[in-house]
């Protein structure tokens, strides 16, 4: 498999460097980053980005499909590295939290930040693995693969698994411009807060309603309407 990985040992934010090289680069080409200074999570928050112990990268991608299904590619992302982090994880369940969260043990173990400029899609993955502790944060708890196993993991081994993962079921996506049927069941085994009642919001606009699946054009459709693009901010059980 062909990659190509531009290592920073410090940067800012792997996102604003992807993006601001969007236009020249080739699909599938990387951003890695030991440290970021400022690293960026969704809705202006910020991702804690300590040197030397997590996972910080961002990938482009040049996908020929209609505007409509580029919301399944955050999507994707994020079931990619559920696959890739739930053989660490042994009896322990990982879930997706639409869009794009990952949570173990009710906590968040991974962000996705997806931006799309130029008819680019940059993927921003911030997965949690060797660090220990974490500053308070709102929204959801963080933890970590270290946390949750005790055991220390090799980034780099990781970031090739999820490379290798993400490419197969991005490729299959480009075929049928859908999310394809066992894996979208998959997804849906796994949907945080499946049958909850949340409140999404997006903008200034809010949604209340139960969880009821993510579609195949990755939409989540809660008390039978569709959302395609917000925040779960709200739960109650
Ligand atoms: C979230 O808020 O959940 C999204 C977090 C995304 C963090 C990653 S770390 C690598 C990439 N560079 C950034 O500045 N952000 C993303």
Known sequence: ??????????????????????????????????????????NNRNWYSP????????????????T????????????????????YLKGKKVYLKWPN?????????????????????????GLNINSREFPELEGNVPTSLIKETGKYFDRLNILLNFMK?????????????????PILKEIN?????????VEIKFK??????IVNYINKDGALVISGKKIYAGEIIKIEY
Do not use: W
């Not at 969007?22 to 980053?33: G, P």
């Not at 040197?51 to 990938?59: I, M, V």
């Not at 409509?68 to 053989?87: D, N």
């Open 1 to 42: 498999m062909e990659i190509d990985i531009k290592f920073f040992d410090s940067i800012t934010s792997t996102n604003e460097i992807a993006v601001q090289n969007s236009i020249k680069d080739k699909e599938f080409t990387i951003y890695l980053a030991n440290y970021q200074t400022k690293g960026r999570g969704r």
């Open 204 to 209: 200034d606009k809010s949604e209340k309603g």
């Open 68 to 87: 409509s299904l580029l919301s399944v590619i955050p999507i994707l992302a994020g079931y990619s590295v559920l696959k890739t982090i739930e053989r």
């Open 165 to 181: 993962n993400f490419k197969d079921i991005y490729q299959t996506f480009l075929k049928f411009h859908e999310i394809n049927s």
């Open 189 to 197: 085994e796994k949907l945080y807060l499946k049958d909850k009642i």
């Open 101 to 125: 969260d990952l949570i173990v043990n009710n906590k968040k173990i991974c962000g996705i930040l997806t931006e799309y400029k130029n008819k680019t899609v940059i993927v921003g993955i």
């Open 51 to 66: 040197p030397g112990e997590n996972l910080y990268f961002s990938f482009i991608l040049k996908p020929k499909i209609k």
